[in-house]
């Protein structure tokens, strides 16, 4: 497997080379800024979306909102987690090299990677974050699926990755994000529910705007409340919490 996509007039190696050599063309500051921001800054860039998109699901007016997004959220880091994980096999079968260890002339922005080439850890990570906050939220997922794409590109830029490792990372983090959702989002839903309800993490799901206009009406925003007494008081018993 090594020798994926190795030959040097494949589509892959030739488009390699037409988008690495935009670094070449550009001028040096510009290529400091590109390495900086794929090796680290959109990266950044995801987290800050990522805090944006909880503080603001936190604030809606009802708190069930809240909770199945805040759920979601939690789900973002879990899922590229995740999908770092399912590559480390991966990589390890496809044992493909770096691009500039097979071809010459290309403009290499980060030295040092000597590790494997397919799939791309940076591009798997940032999809799976941006494909779980679109399940969360959709206009903040946007955003950061914007940013994966760019994630992508950066990676083919700076001459570390074939155009086929960073789809791979795209397809990759796509895949567990998706996947594996409904059911960590049945498991994390009930437990940002319970965070609700306490009076001092609370506020990590719902704003204190949100806790006011749920006050004294549990039922209304998704979380019903605790009864005492047994089944002979509403021919059902205690509920638990709602998913």
């Known amino acids: 497997m090594a020798e994926l996509a190795s030959d040097g007039s494949s589509p892959d190696v030739a488009l390699l080379y037409d ?18 921001t794929g090796e680290y800054g959109i990266m950044l860039a995801m987290v800050l979306v990522t805090l ?47 691009p500039f260890e097979d071809h010459d002339g290309l403009e290499v922005l980060v030295e040092g990677k000597t590790d ?9 990570m940032a999809m799976a974050i941006a494909v779980a906050l679109f399940v969360a939220h959709r206009r903040f997922g946007l955003a950061a699926i914007g940013l994966a794409l760019a ?18 990372g795209l397809a990759l983090g796509t895949a567990v994000a998706l996947l594996l959702a409904p059911l960590t989002l049945a498991l994390l839903t009930p437990l940002m529910s319970a965070v609700a309800r306490s009076r001092r993490a ?5 704003s204190r705007r949100a806790g006011t206009a ?30």
Do not use: Q
């Open 151 to 168: 994630e992508a590109f950066a990676r083919v830029y700076m001459g570390v990755h074939y155009p086929t490792d960073v789809l791979g």
């Open 214 to 243: 749920a006050a004294g009406r549990p039922e209304a925003v998704g979380i019903p409340e605790r009864r005492v007494g047994g089944p002979a008081e509403d021919g059902r018993g205690e509920r638990g919490l709602a998913a």
């Open 202 to 206: 609370g506020r990590l799901v719902r």
């Open 52 to 98: 944006w998109c909880w503080w603001s699901v936190r604030r809606r007016g009802t708190l069930a909102d809240s909770v199945s997004a805040v759920a979601g959220i939690v789900w973002a880091p879990l899922a590229a987690g995740i999908a770092l994980l399912v590559n480390i096999p991966i990589r390890g079968f496809v044992e493909r090299p770096r």
């Open 19 to 36: 988008i690495n050599g935009l670094a070449k063309a550009a001028p040096p500051w510009f290529d400091r800024v590109v390495e900086f």
């Open 116 to 124: 494997y080439s397919f799939v791309s850890d940076h591009a798997t």
